[in-house]
């Protein structure tokens, strides 16, 4: 009988010891991915390490020495196991942020740039070889690293073809389109600059692709870091790219915005500008940029976020100290992972078929999009009179919409779709260092940020822009406006409000 009554306490031994082991294994997973992310301040981490500490010693008490009896042992065993998977669940998801603050931090050396041979629908030429001894049209001062690189490479597969050389995007698309060539070549990112125009369209429709080839330029954007991001005001630019080719690639700036932040007082302004914004292009000696050539800003984006930095200083006056690119793409996948997001639409500003997301329709008050929804809702400018500045205002709804589900408890039940949806999303030339002590910042001080919003405004007109070499609607700055940001900006840099500025 006494044998009979050891082994079941053999055995509650041996099942306490192996749960014992699995509990500590789950904290200290737990723990290193806390202490890897170092995003608690010291004194909430001594009291998070604290806390699971005691509960694992004594829990391993309970369960090697405590219970006795069989029913004891087994709800203990059972919360030993809630406590484990709780654990390893937390350190799942410390670990997905920890990969994200990387993935956005670690911005890349080189930006791609993808050139393609394009041909019409019913064109005869249908591979590479096909185009030997055909005509094709190049732009001759626009993107003319991209043409030489496409007409090198064809020439070194034996193909040589007659080359036309035209001043104007729009005169190159006019003799494609007469049959004046039987191909042309195009820089990837400029395909919204042609669907823009109203007779092209349909150019993705009635065109495709017979060659296509990438190549990478030097990314020139750095961060102008300041000394203690807790207490020292910093500029930051948020430009939404629309490129299609990934993400690490070149494309226009779709979405400009100013983030001037004062962690001090707790204030936080966002300055837009319309990508239709006529202004004077300003770039570093490396991005290629036509340096002084009067475009739309989104333009500029083609050369780089740097070009578009330098361009938004020059204009408003400003330092730009951080840059913030948004896949705005990849958002579609960001609001569908978020369970779609709320937008708020006054009335007069409804509408029953957006040209960028055909069968939308929104009515006045709120309204839950889905991804591809509230992308087309952010780009749609030709449904309103107000064109570009109601676009602006749409694309801060869609963020600040973006900005509440991810800040929302409801965030925890589809934590790690999220994390993966915003993986290739973000980039940004704040160093990890930075954003966790912005984030330890918040868990101390706990301050009430004020959002403050402007805009600088024009008047629409047709002027001529570099990137295309063509005239095109452009918003022609009122300079009253751009003063008047700049004031904003400066002011909520020294510690006032730029509700204040008249």
């Known amino acids: 009988m006494r044998k009979n009554k050891k082994k079941p306490n053999r055995v509650g031994k041996v099942f306490g010891v192996i749960f014992s ?18 995003v ?15 509960l694992d010693l004594i829990f391993i008490l309970l369960l090697c020495f405590a219970t006795k009896g ?21 350190g799942y998801y410390i670990s997905k942020t920890g990969n994200l603050l990387s993935n956005m931090t670690t911005v890349s050396s080189n930006a791609k740039t993808t050139v393609s041979v394009v041909v019409k629908k019913s064109s005869d030429l249908k591979k590479k070889n096909d185009l030997a001894g055909h005509s094709i049209g190049v732009l001759q001062n626009i993107g003319t690293v991209g043409s030489k690189k496409v007409l090198k490479d064809l020439s070194k597969s034996g193909i040589e073809m007659n080359q036309t050389p035209y001043e104007s995007m729009t005169d190159m698309l006019a003799a494609f389109y007469n049959g004046e060539v039987d191909s042309i070549i195009i820089n990837e990112s400029s395909r919204d600059q042609i669907t823009d125009i109203e007779e092209y369209a349909e150019f993705d429709k009635n065109t495709r692709v017979v060659y296509q080839t990438s190549y990478e ?38 979405v400009i915005m100013v983030a001037t932040v004062n962690p001090k007082t707790g204030t936080i302004l966002l300055t837009s500008i319309p990508r239709d914004y006529y202004v004077t292009t300003a770039c570093d000696a490396g991005d290629g940029c036509q340096q002084g050539a009067l475009d739309k800003i989104t333009h500029t984006g083609i050369h780089g976020t740097n070009t578009t930095k330098r361009t938004v200083e020059q204009l408003l006056g400003i330092e ?12 579609t996948d960001i609001v569908d992972a978020v369970g779609g997001i709320d937008v708020n639409v006054e009335p007069g500003y409804e509408c029953s078929n957006f040209l960028h997301a055909p069968g939308l ?30 676009r602006t205002k749409n694309q801060q709804q869609v963020l600040m919409g973006i900005v509440n589900k991810v800040t929302s408890p409801a965030i925890v039940t589809n934590y790690a779709s999220i994390m993966d949806s915003m993986a290739n999303t973000f980039s940004t030339t704040m160093s990890n260092d930075e954003i966790t002590s912005l984030i ?13 919003q402007s805009m600088v405004d024009g008047t629409g007109d047709t002027q001529m822009c570099a990137e295309l070499g063509n005239a ?12 008047k940001a700049s004031n904003k900006i400066n002011a909520v840099m020294e510690g006032k409000s730029a509700d204040d500025v008249e």
């Open 70 to 90: 069989v029913v004891s042992k087994v709800i203990c065993i059972i919360f030993t196991i809630a406590i484990a998977l709780g654990s390893c669940m937390g």
């Open 440 to 452: 330890k910042y918040q868990l101390n001080k706990n301050p009430k940020w004020k959002i403050e």
């Open 320 to 331: 730009i100290n951080y840059t913030f690119k948004v896949g705005f793409d990849t958002v």
């Open 472 to 483: 095109a609607y452009v918003m022609v700055p009122d300079e009253s406006t751009v003063t």
């Open 361 to 390: 329709s929104v009515h006045a008050g709120v309204n839950h999009l889905n991804g591809e929804q509230a992308l087309g809702y952010a780009r749609e400018r030709y449904a309103y009179s107000e064109g570009d500045r109601q």
């Open 40 to 54: 608690l301040p010291t004194k909430i981490l001594f009291l998070v390490t604290v806390v699971f500490v005691l």
């Open 217 to 254: 330029v030097e990314n020139t954007d750095k961060a102008n870091a300041v000394s203690n991001i807790t207490n020292t005001p910093f500029n930051v630019l948020i430009s939404g790219s629309d490129t299609r080719g990934g993400f690490d690639e070149n494309g226009r700036s779709d």
């Open 21 to 38: 082991i699995l509990l500590v294994a789950a904290t200290m997973y737990l723990l290193f991915n806390l202490v890897k992310l170092n």
